[in-house]
């Protein structure tokens, strides 16, 4: 009867710290997501100034400019695979209106342009820095609630693999000089 009672209590204890390792993994994926979405906001805040500016300057392709604006609600679902798409579509946008800033010398002289420019780009590498942090809690998660015996309280507690944060495929593509 002791033995009995011994091995219930481990198994009582391993399932309660595991349940616990596995809520506060997940709370760590949830968390860097939401990073992901602050910054995107941040990004989606700065460019209706920039839209501004460029609009100032150049009667340029007015569908680029409204597809940004129509973008700015990026993440509005939580689904990562949907963000990441919209995320990507918006920094290619982006990077083609800063592409066209150098065939107008007046706007790339800009303060203000030149200021918004910096901005971005430092939204972006925080951007890059949020996407590397939350593709690092979806592994420890993932790994955690995969491999045995974990995968058994996983299991019961219906917890499901996160997907990863991932590049588009314009992003993986070579730069020719």
């Known amino acids: 009867m002791v033995p009995i009672i011994i091995i219930s209590v481990i198994v009582l204890i391993y399932v309660i710290k595991t349940y616990n390792g596995i809520k506060t993994k997940h709370y760590r994926v949830e968390k860097a997501f939401s990073s992901i979405d602050v910054i995107l906001q941040k990004r989606s805040d700065l460019i209706p100034n920039l839209v501004a500016v460029v609009k100032e300057y150049t009667k340029y392709e007015k569908d680029v400019l409204t597809r940004i604006t129509e973008l700015r609600r990026v993440c509005s679902s939580g689904n990562v695979k949907e963000c990441a798409e919209l995320d990507n579509e918006i920094t290619g946008a982006?990077?083609?209106?800063?592409?066209?800033a150098e065939n107008y010398p007046n706007l790339k002289a800009n303060e203000q342009?030149?200021?918004?420019?910096?901005?971005l780009t430092s939204v972006e590498n925080e951007l890059s820095?949020?996407?590397?942090?939350?593709?690092?809690?979806?592994t420890h998660?993932?790994?955690?609630?995969t491999v045995f015996p974990r995968n058994i309280v996983a299991g019961i507690m219906r917890?499901?693999?996160?997907?990863?944060?991932?590049?588009?495929?314009?992003?993986?593509v070579d730069v020719s000089l």
């Open 141 to 145: 998660f993932n790994t955690l609630i």
């Open 159 to 172: 917890e499901k693999e996160r997907e990863f944060y991932v590049a588009d495929n314009r992003e993986r």
């Open 113 to 119: 342009f030149s200021l918004l420019q910096k901005q």
């Open 94 to 100: 982006l990077k083609s209106i800063f592409a066209v």
């Open 129 to 138: 820095a949020a996407r590397r942090t939350y593709n690092a809690a979806c």
